[in-house]
């Protein structure tokens, strides 16, 4: 298929066929299919298919992905710098601004021209599967998105939402500390919040706390958060609700992003935002949180990556930047088929 022509993949839907793009995230309250991407700053991309099939969620050819060489990626954040801002937002927590704040770095590589982003989503595909995979090709609109996210932003499904925050990342079970399940509590306390501000009152709850869920290469803590929406609230309320997700955020939410802002030194885009697909005709939909993902931006020529980690007054500054790199590792590794290396900017 055409590199160029536009196309969006989650599990086993392929949409092609573009009808129309929007930044009105009323949209979604309208007819279609839509892929949908909401980038971590604000920015709503919708757009609308008109042909959605079901394909094989794992392609039948090997893929043709050429990446960047394993010794190109830089990183906006160099480990002393991450690890300086580890001990700020420790200071933020002392002066009790904040409980909690995620902090992240993007990483960049050079690109050719050539790159197709459907190949690298089925790379991905093969050697790190995940329940919220997706992909959304719009080059004329500036978006090549591949996303191996494991995180639940927000399902619906007619009335009834959920959300399926992720706090507390290891190698193992036996690496997950006490500081990772009060982190999780706390994000999970958040997002009850959001959604409550969108839901029938007394319909939020949380059915699942700090289930540890195994993943190609690590472990995560994961809660589910579930709620009935309001009749007068559709996906521009619950969106305005809940963005940007609370565990790319920090606790409380304002005061966290303002944080973020001081001490990150490159816009996050669609990572950390929300990454899915809507069909408005069925009233359901499902967005994940843009982690694990990647996206080609053609103005630089180069293909990014973000990851990071939650900060809390328990963080060890080495150990959440030892965090990051343990996201970033087997992902990195398969976009660049071998291992890497991060130099500073």
């Known amino acids: 298929m055409d590199r160029f022509a536009p196309l969006a993949r989650f599990g086993g839907r392929l949409a092609t066929g573009l009808l129309d793009v929007t930044r009105d995230p009323s949209a979604l309250d309208s007819e279609g299919f839509w892929a949908v991407v909401a980038d971590f700053e604000g920015a709503v991309t919708c757009a609308r298919f008109a042909d959605v099939r079901t394909v094989p969620e794992l392609p039948s050819e090997p893929s043709t992905w050429r990446g960047p ?3 190109d990626w830089s990183t906006s954040l160099d480990r002393e710098a991450y690890k300086a801002a580890v001990r700020r937002i420790r200071e933020h927590i002392a002066a009790g601004e904040v409980y909690q704040a995620n902090l992240c770095r993007v990483l960049s590589a050079p690109l050719t021209a050539e790159a197709d982003i459907e190949e690298l989503f089925h790379l ?9 995979a997706g992909l959304i090709r719009l080059p004329r609109h500036g978006l090549e998105v591949a996303t191996a996210s494991p995180e639940l932003f927000l399902r619906r499904d007619g009335s009834a939402v959920a959300s399926g925050p992720i706090k507390g990342t290891g190698r193992t079970e036996a690496d997950l500390l006490e500081k990772d399940y009060a982190e999780n509590v706390m ?9 409550g501000r969108v839901c029938v009152p007394g ?23 579930r709620g009935e929406l309001r009749n007068d609230a559709g996906w521009p309320g619950l969106l305005s609700a809940a963005f940007p997700p609370g565990s790319v955020t920090g606790a409380p939410k304002g005061r966290a992003l ?13 990572y950390c935002g929300g990454i899915g697909w809507v069909d408005a005709d069925r009233r359901s939909g499902e967005l994940a949180v843009g982690i694990r993902t990647f996206w080609i931006d053609r103005g630089a020529n180069v293909l990014r990556f973000g ?8 963080s060890d500054p080495e150990r959440e930047w030892q965090e990051t790199e343990l996201k970033a590792e087997r992902l990195l590794a398969i976009a660049s088929a071998g291992r890497y290396v991060i130099h500073s900017t």
């Open 124 to 132: 991905l595909a093969r050697h790190n599967p995940a329940p919220y």
């Open 203 to 225: 319909t939020v709850t949380v059915p699942d706390l700090c289930t540890v869920e195994k993943h190609p290469g690590l472990v995560h803590l994961v809660s589910t958060v």
């Open 69 to 71: 060489r394993p010794t």
């Open 307 to 314: 990851t990071g980690a939650g900060i809390t007054w328990d």
């Open 258 to 270: 303002q944080i973020i802002e001081t001490l990150e030194t490159f816009p996050r885009g669609p």
């Open 187 to 195: 994000i999970v306390d958040l997002v009850r919040n959001d959604l």
